[in-house]
């Protein structure tokens, strides 16, 4: 099947409207892209509430504070021991670097492909598409990809698009929209789902 990426994002953005996403600016971004592994935004939230209000969302509380302090302040995000190391690692190689390429974030343990895009996308305004759990799911399930490699569903995406980080953004929150609202890991909502004439799986849901 041939994949239409522009016509996918118009049904989707004709059907959501404009999302204006992601949540923050500056460093607080990188913060919700390693809090945001393995868990949902609204368990992020309550962490970067208690870090704000502990006054500690900048570098030099970030590196000052204790391991076990910041752990207490991210319980709410889950695997809360590991992020707080991800996050002191990653503010040490921002104190080091202020501008990280991709290979420079990737060096830091515990960020990977989909954190390091995250941060380069929506703090540093590069063009890298970011590729999630719920573009996997969505794209397998329209018929247009069948693999679970990250870089060879990027490149799909940024071969196809024009490089434009805007339309990166706004087409990465589209997907994470419709994977909440339709799409759901177990028995999707296809009946009144705004891509289903272009899906291979509305009649077997349960994929
Ligand atoms: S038709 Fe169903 S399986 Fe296909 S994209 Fe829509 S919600 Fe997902």
Redesign the pocket.
Known sequence: MKINLEEIYNLLFDHYGPQGWWPGEGLEIAIGAILTQQTNWHNVEKAIVRLKMANCLDFECLKKISLEKLEKLIQSSGYYKVKARKLKALVDLLIKIPQPDRNALLSVKGIGHETADSILLYWFEQPYFVIDAYTFR?FQ??GYYEGEDYLELQRVFMEILPSDIKLYKEYHALIVE?AKK???KNN???ND????K?????NE?N?
């Not at 789902?193 to 289903?196: E, F, K, R, S, Y």
């Not at 272009?198 to 509305?202: M, P, R």
């Open positions: 969505i399930r329209l419709h339709h799409c759901f999707p909502k296809c789902c705004p891509l289903a272009n899906c291979s799986n509305i849901p994929i």
